[in-house]
């Protein structure tokens, strides 16, 4: 145990903790009866301190080692694939923090926006945090994905973030890059991966489905992550954003009177078209309910209370993107709006609707 421990630099007493916990138990017995490691129990080592090493919670490690579908070999390309993103991460940081650098020494002043882009993907690991006080599973807009998943038994969740949209009668597995989302997934959930949509750690055609929600828009390169959810799945479903409708900016009043700078963070986004194309999807409207019971950006179209309420903002990544004095400036005027009446005024069309079409689109290939 001392000369592996010396070997693999970690210390004894954590070698014990996790022979106590059953994750890494020496099996073989040395000539003077000792317990020792054999080279299997070598190679799983490894494969934990790896994964230890890359923020894996030890539930979470347990799970991946222990997940008979995983050879060694895939193992190695899952944590080479880990690794690879998480060098591109950290270059891109550097350079973000050089920038800044420079930019203070020169005495400019850096937006909010800029501050979190350096963040990248990890977005949701400042902003997460408050995801769950109101992100839910809506049945209505659940039962329309999970339909199109057909028969489907084995499912890749992708952009998972707590799994609000993963089906209970299938056998799903989850990928999601920010450790703050994967801490916050209810226990006994599907087992996750840490992994990006743009580079996913499995082999091609290894589930009957693909899906993706809510989370296409944070991806680096929305077109390559939905080419490799082609490519890992024999099917591919995802939830996401038409912003090819002329005018479709004006679809919710949030946006079309309050709040113009969303047109602005969807401004890189690829079309519904282009997304469909890159992975041969037809695209259905998705309708939200009056009382949709999942607090995303849309769900309060009828309830415009809501939006005042800072809990139920801080659930909306929409928010941190337009940044602090956008966000301000919208809800003192919506707050005034809904106190003079003039938003009820304005939005009297909406109190007869159960369900509207505010851009949100299934894609199913
Ligand atoms: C709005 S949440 C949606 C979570 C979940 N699908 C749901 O519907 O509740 C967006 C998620 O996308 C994840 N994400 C961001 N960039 C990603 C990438 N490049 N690949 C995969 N997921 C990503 C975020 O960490 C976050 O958990």
């Not at 004894?12 to 054999?38: C, F, K, Q």
């Amino acid at each position: 145990m001392g000369r592996v421990a010396e070997l693999a630099g970690v210390s004894v007493r954590t070698l014990h903790h996790y022979d106590e916990i059953g994750l890494v138990r020496p099996s073989a017995r040395t000539a003077a009866g000792y317990r020792a490691y054999s080279a299997a129990d070598v190679e799983r080592l490894r494969e934990v301190l790896a994964y230890r090493r890359l923020g894996f919670g030890l539930r979470e490690v347990a799970e991946l080692v222990d997940d008979p579908a995983t050879d060694a070999v895939a193992h190695l390309r899952r944590l080479r694939g880990l690794l690879l993103e998480r060098r591109d991460r950290a270059d891109a940081m550097v350079t973000a923090i050089e920038r800044e650098l420079e930019a203070r020494a020169r005495g400019q002043r850096v937006t909010p926006e800029e501050q979190l882009k350096m963040l990248g993907t990890r977005l949701y690991d400042a902003i997460g945090g408050a995801y769950p006080a109101t992100r839910r599973t809506e049945p209505r807009i659940a039962a329309q994905i999970w339909d199109a998943l057909g028969d489907a038994q084995t499912v890749l969740n992708v952009g998972a973030g707590t799994g609000s949209y993963e089906p209970a009668d299938r056998h799903v597995t989850a990928v999601e890059p920010s450790a703050v989302m994967r801490r916050q997934r209810p226990a006994g959930s599907a087992p996750c991966v840490a992994a990006a949509a743009e580079s996913l750690p499995f082999e091609d055609r290894s589930f009957d489905v693909a899906m993706a929600v809510s989370t296409v828009h944070h991806w680096g390169d929305p077109i390559a992550g939905l080419r490799e959810m082609r490519r890992v799945a024999r099917r591919v479903v995802v939830l996401t954003f038409d912003t090819d409708e002329p005018g479709w900016q004006d679809r919710f009043w949030l946006t079309r009177d309050y709040l113009p700078e969303f047109a602005a963070v969807l401004a890189e986004f690829p079309s519904l078209a282009g997304m469909a194309d890159a992975i041969g999807a037809r695209a259905e409207p998705v309708p939200v309910p009056w009382d949709c019971a999942d607090g995303l950006f849309e769900a309060y179209w009828r309830r415009p209370g809501a939006y005042v309420e800072d809990h139920v903002r801080r659930a909306m990544s929409v928010w941190t993107r337009v940044g602090p004095k956008a966000e301000q400036r919208a809800v003192r005027s919506l707050s005034e709006d809904l106190e003079s009446g003039r938003w009820a005024e304005r939005n009297s069309d909406l109190a007869g609707l159960d369900a509207a079409d505010l851009g949100l689109r299934l894609l199913i290939a």
